[in-house]
């Protein structure tokens, strides 16, 4: 199952566009979130890379697979095109030790994001407006990540 969580409430910075059509293979994305807790930045982490594959893990139709080297803890961030609208939300990695004893080659690089129709489907349920965005011009990467950096919150969950 996918589990997905809609917060409430002000001051939780910039909103970030929904681009109207899909992620493309090839595509230039960039992902920003908050992996591996104190071990890594508590300010962000930036990553870049691509749309390697038009479905997911076993060929999921509903998440794609991106370059972007992604962490434990990243899960939820966006994933947006150059322009900086989102097409997607960081999901998960491949295992990689799992694949490596299973084939005896260490996977670099698998990652998934779920595609933004799941986000649009939920928030289209609660009625939460969202502006969507047809494919725009690029940003210079540092507009980028600052972009990011004002629309992404970190969210710690304890059991």
């Given at each position: 199952?996918?589990?997905?969580a809609?917060?409430a409430?002000?001051?939780?910075?910039?909103?970030l566009?929904?681009?109207?059509?899909?992620a493309?293979?090839?595509?230039?994305?960039?992902?920003?979130g908050?992996p591996?807790?104190?071990?890594l930045?508590s300010?962000g982490?930036?990553a870049?890379?691509?749309?390697?594959?038009?479905?997911?893990?076993?060929?999921?139709?509903?998440?794609?697979?991106?370059?972007?080297?992604?962490q434990?803890?990243?899960s939820?961030?966006?994933?947006?095109?150059?322009?900086g609208a989102?097409?997607?939300?960081?999901?998960?990695?491949?295992?990689?030790?799992?694949?490596?004893?299973?084939?005896?080659?260490?996977?670099?690089?698998?990652?998934?994001?779920?595609r933004?129709?799941?986000?649009?489907?939920?928030m289209?349920q609660?009625d939460?407006?969202?502006?969507?965005?047809?494919?725009g011009?690029?940003?210079?990467?540092?507009?980028?990540?600052?972009?990011?950096?004002?629309?992404?919150?970190?969210?710690?969950?304890?059991?």
């Amino acid at each position: 199952p996918i589990y997905l969580a809609l917060l409430a409430g002000g001051g939780f910075g910039t909103r970030l566009k929904i681009r109207g059509a899909p992620a493309e293979l090839g595509e230039v994305i960039t992902s920003y979130g908050f992996p591996l807790g104190p071990v890594l930045s508590s300010s962000g982490n930036l990553a870049t890379g691509s749309v390697s594959s038009a479905t997911g893990f076993q060929g999921n139709v509903k998440a794609f697979q991106i370059s972007a080297p992604e962490q434990a803890g990243a899960s939820g961030g966006p994933v947006v095109d150059e322009s900086g609208a989102v097409v997607g939300m960081v999901a998960s990695k491949l295992n990689a030790l799992a694949i490596a004893a299973a084939t005896g080659d260490l996977a670099q690089n698998v990652n998934f994001a779920w595609r933004i129709g799941l986000l649009k489907t939920l928030m289209d349920q609660k009625d939460i407006p969202y502006e969507e965005s047809p494919k725009g011009h690029a940003r210079a990467a540092v507009d980028l990540a600052g972009l990011l950096q004002k629309a992404t919150v970190k969210i710690e969950c304890w059991r």
